[in-house]
């Protein structure tokens, strides 16, 4: 088993989930996990409890990387494979950017469609979060 890319902002397993903050004060969540200060300007709170977000959201948005990203971008393949990102709202309010999941791409994403977590090995060592886009029927899409 791989270890995540970035400790502390998913879980792996089954069923994976992103870890945000919420705010003790007013019950913000943000992603990825904070500390110090609230992202709420209204909100002078400074303690935050983790917390497990959706795995499921709508997609708000999305495009595609047709070149390769610098530095301190790691790229996967020699050369540069293109790879779609997707912006995807969930049920708490936030809108999280990730790269979408192996085997697909733009063509298979559509704004107003459901995407769920997935993760996937990055490499030998490392794994990452990407989301999946999910059928209207409620199923994975398969590819």
């Not at 300007?41 to 047709?66: H, K, M, N, V």
């Not at 809108?95 to 697909?104: D, I, K, N, P």
Request: hydrophobic letters at 35%; proline letters at 10%.
């Amino acid at each position: 088993m791989t270890t995540p890319a970035i400790d502390g902002w998913f879980t792996t397993g089954p069923e994976p989930t992103l870890l945000g903050s919420r705010c003790t004060t007013c019950e913000t969540v943000v992603f990825p996990p904070t500390s110090g200060f609230c992202r709420n300007p209204a909100c002078s709170g400074d303690e935050f409890a983790e917390t497990a977000l959706s795995r499921r959201g709508t997609i708000w948005s999305y495009t595609d990387a047709q070149y390769q990203p610098p530095p301190p971008y790691v790229p996967t393949t020699d050369p540069f494979e293109p790879f779609a990102l997707a912006a995807v709202e969930l049920p708490e309010g936030l809108v999280v950017l990730g790269q979408v999941a192996q085997g697909y791409g733009v063509a298979d994403l559509r704004v107003g469609a459901e995407a769920e977590l997935v993760v996937e090995d990055l490499d030998a060592e490392h794994s990452i979060w990407r989301w999946k886009p999910v059928t209207e029927m409620g199923e994975e899409a398969d590819q």
